[in-house]
């Protein structure tokens, strides 16, 4: 991640969505959230070998999680904590350290047991507490979740080509697959879930002052990934979909809470932009028309919406084979994962990507041309990337 990007996260950390960190920052009523989701390319000090597990950088370090402040991965990225911690993976002491020749502060072991990342055992041992996948588990794990997705993808291409039907009537089917991943997998799916008592809601509490929710590292990085940032504002959140390629164009545009807030309360309160400098700004990405009129896809709960319905049945439909057709057991066992919650995070996390891969690769939705690197990005294809939709 880019210093200014990072420096936003740290800053702003506060609250959870789906397959990752929320993080939030309140503006005139609008909540500014990075999503979870921008991965990092940090290197880590000392004496790290490049192009494999020890090295931080090229590691995928996820964290679904609600924060005070830093998330855990951030510390993960200061000084030599990530070698620590791949070296308490079993059971050691503060000698057994020393004798290893790894240097360490007590301060970073404070830090560390302060935010939960390693624990002290009875024995006077200390360990790493969370899971960290080697290269062999990740490819494991990533077998499961690819499987698991052809089969769930069989189940929801009917509702897709409907929904893609639907967004062609108002010419938007570019936007299909932002809406699939940002509105639908990484969102719907997530409070599916919710409802069901199948995984919890992250909370700060005494007991958690810090950070709320599960963390967990796989090696290798998955070469190509996206995520969703969203702003949201009375009942109603702006969604971005992302991925590294669109990232300087889409800093330039967050970096403008002033007019998304235009954007945002003009539409709530009167369905369009009256605001001039908005509208020239908002049009540049395609936002809105010469008029304020907003030209993304608008998601409501109105009773009929042929959308609403189909992304709910999409939803539900993934989160009922999640439910019933997994042995979470064996993968509990196999991946040394401690709760039945954390491993369908953990496996939901993945399927996010496999899945949409497999409707890419069965032709079902289409990558948008903003993701292409062949192509060169542009502010108006932001628009592509984007919904606003009702809570």
Not at 275 to 289: Q, R, S, T
Request: hydrophobic share 40%.
């Amino acid at each position: 991640m880019d210093n200014e990007l990072q420096e936003i996260a740290t800053k702003y950390a506060r609250k959870p969505l789906a397959i990752i960190t929320k993080l939030s920052k309140c503006n005139n009523m609008t909540k500014f959230i990075f999503n979870l989701f921008f991965l990092c390319f940090l290197t880590l000090s000392g004496i790290a070998q490049k192009n494999t597990i020890n090295d931080v950088s090229f590691n995928d370090q996820i964290c679904y999680c609600t924060a005070t402040t830093a998330t855990p991965d951030y510390i993960l990225q200061k000084d030599n904590n990530w070698e620590l911690l791949l070296n308490l993976r079993k059971p050691k002491t503060l000698y057994m350290l020393d004798s290893m020749r790894i240097k360490y502060t007590w301060s970073q072991i404070e830090l560390l047991e302060l935010y939960k990342l390693i624990i002290q055992n009875e024995n006077s041992t200390y360990q790493s507490s969370i899971v960290i996948f080697d290269s062999l588990q990740t490819a494991d794990l990533r077998d499961i979740s690819s499987q698991i997705s052809k089969n769930i993808s069989q189940k929801i291409k009917p509702y897709i080509n409907q929904l893609t039907v639907e967004l062609k009537k108002i010419n938007r089917e570019r936007n299909a697959y932002s809406i699939i991943f940002s509105y639908i997998l990484d969102n719907l799916v997530w409070n599916e879930f919710e409802k069901e008592g199948l995984t919890t809601k992250n909370e700060i509490t005494i007991e958690s002052p810090l950070w709320s929710g599960d963390f967990w590292s796989l090696y290798p990085k998955r070469v190509q990934s996206c995520g969703t940032n969203s702003f949201s504002n009375n009942g109603y959140e702006l969604q971005i979909n992302w991925n590294t390629n669109t990232k300087s164009i889409l800093f330039e545009f967050m970096s403008n809470t002033e007019y998304i807030d235009t954007l945002m309360e003009g539409f709530i309160r009167k369905g369009k932009i009256e605001n001039k400098p908005a509208i020239n700004f908002l049009a540049e990405y395609d936002i809105v028309d010469q008029n304020g009129n907003v030209t993304i896809p608008i998601i409501t709960l109105a009773k009929n919406n042929e959308i609403v319905f189909l992304a709910n049945k999409i939803s539900k439909t993934i989160k009922d084979y999640l439910k019933n057709q997994i042995d979470y057991q064996s993968i509990l066992e196999k991946f040394n994962i401690p709760t039945k919650s954390q491993g369908l995070i953990i496996l939901y996390h993945e399927i996010l990507w496999d899945l949409m891969d497999e409707l890419e690769k069965e032709k079902i939705i289409e990558r948008p041309d903003a993701f292409n690197e062949k192509t060169a990005m542009t502010k108006k294809k932001m628009a592509d990337l984007m919904i606003l939709y009702q809570e």
